[in-house]
């Protein structure tokens, strides 16, 4: 039987609202000292709606990273996505890696996470990432999908300039 996929965001919603009712926000590694800086917004990118992220990844200070997240559920919440594959994500970018890091509540530091990652080229793309291609990071927990929590798209880990563009966002 293959399951219908589920919507976590078609950016039907205002921004930064998402499908499920919250809100898309930018992380960057100031809140830890670092110098990295970008911006989130809604805007029409070759051709369709997206939440863009744009900024400078910088490895001054111990940092190194931006990202744009999202809680799947209200209220620090959890979602069940144990009946699915993996996420689904349309993507658009500047040719550059970036990452798709899941939370769990069991995930207590800010660094813990369960990542994969994906480049996002010049013309938009559905990348399938399964749940089993996830590497744990900094954590021996194994993923639990039936209690996920937040998603990112990141960039890190080398100075560089992001530009990704993020469409529908589904489990599939």
């Not at 996505?81 to 769990?104: K, M, P, Q, W």
């Not at 998603?151 to 469409?167: T, Y």
């Amino acid at each position: 039987m293959t399951l219908t996929p589920i919507t976590i965001d078609d950016l039907s919603m205002p921004f930064p609202l998402s499908s499920v009712g919250t809100r898309w926000q930018l992380v960057s590694d100031a809140v830890m000292g670092g110098v990295s800086a970008g911006s989130i917004m809604r805007e029409v990118v070759g051709g369709r709606p997206a939440i863009r992220m744009q900024g400078d990844v910088s490895l001054e200070n111990s940092g190194g990273f931006i990202q744009i997240a999202l809680d799947l559920a209200p209220r620090n919440g959890t979602v069940d996505g144990s009946a699915f594959s993996g996420i689904a994500i349309d993507v658009l970018g500047n040719g550059e890696e970036y990452g798709l890091h899941l939370r769990t509540p069991e995930l207590v530091r800010p660094w813990q996470s369960y990542r994969q990652g994906l480049v996002a080229g010049p013309s938009w793309k559905t990348l399938e990432l399964p749940f089993t291609s996830f590497a744990c990071h900094r954590t021996d927990l194994p993923l639990d999908t039936r209690h996920l929590r937040r998603l990112g798209i990141v960039a890190i880990g080398r100075a560089f300039r992001a530009d990704v563009s993020v469409g529908d966002v589904r489990f599939y």
